[in-house]
């Protein structure tokens, strides 16, 4: 089992053998089978599978969430999601590389170029000339059917939420390394959990708004300081808290105890 897997794997394990749950890791992992009496229910990846398909789909989807929360006038940060060409000229539009120099002349601060879908930073550039352009979408299309491109904001604070049907079950910030200009912690960034106080209360309160605007009921929100003022960077539905785990293992064993107790209507 990848080890990457083995803090959400045993912490599923010892709330099913709370529960008396017979619990099976197939896949290294990947999939966990939960059967308490005729009923039997599957956890994949980091996805416990409280949420609707829909659901999942938009919070893992960067240019859906932005679209949902513009929608719903949530700040949040916008991102325009261009497809792979790779995916035909009948599904990818026409213009695509027209519109994303648009999108570099238009921000003189530069953007931010990433996979439209997927966690942990991985393949995100900070670019600010055409040919850094060329090479972000190049990498990233290589591997990716689509990608985001958002505008580059200079980030003061970025908080973690975390709930589970409206409640905060974990709260905290990521403290970067002075040397890396993102929030990521597998970049490196240190959880510090945040205390009662008026960034928490404005980082639960735009997370709970993200939530039911997209009818989420477990994922965490990353809400990120910009002029001041909090808006919502991205939301995943697949909750991972590895880095977490570490630091803090009673929290995140509450909080998975918390969404599994929806699951199994404990």
Known sequence: MPNSQRIFVDAVKRYCARHEIA??????????????????????GYDVGLNSAIAHRIANDKGA???VLGLAGIACVPHTVFLNPKLGEHIAPSGSWVAMLALLGQHPEGIVVKPNEGTSGRS??????????????????SSNLTLAISPYVEIEDEVRVILVDELPVVVYSKDRSHL??????DAGARPV??????????????????????GIRFASFDAVRVDGDYRILEINSGVMMETLGKIHPE??????????????GV
Request: proline share 0%.
């Open 23 to 44: 619990v099976e890791v197939r896949s290294q992992g990947w999939l966990i089978v939960m059967q308490r009496g005729s009923k039997r229910h599957f956890a994949l």
């Open 65 to 67: 969430t932005a679209e």
């Open 124 to 141: 995100v550039f900070r670019v600010s000339s055409r040919l850094g352009l060329e090479r972000a979408v190049q990498e990233i299309f």
């Open 180 to 185: 890396n200009w993102r929030h990521n912690l």
């Open 193 to 214: 959990l945040l205390e009662q106080g008026e960034a928490r209360e404005a980082c639960v309160a735009l997370a709970v708004r993200a939530a039911r605007a997209i």
């Open 251 to 264: 929290l995140v064993d509450a909080a998975y105890s918390a969404a599994l107790d929806k699951v199994f």
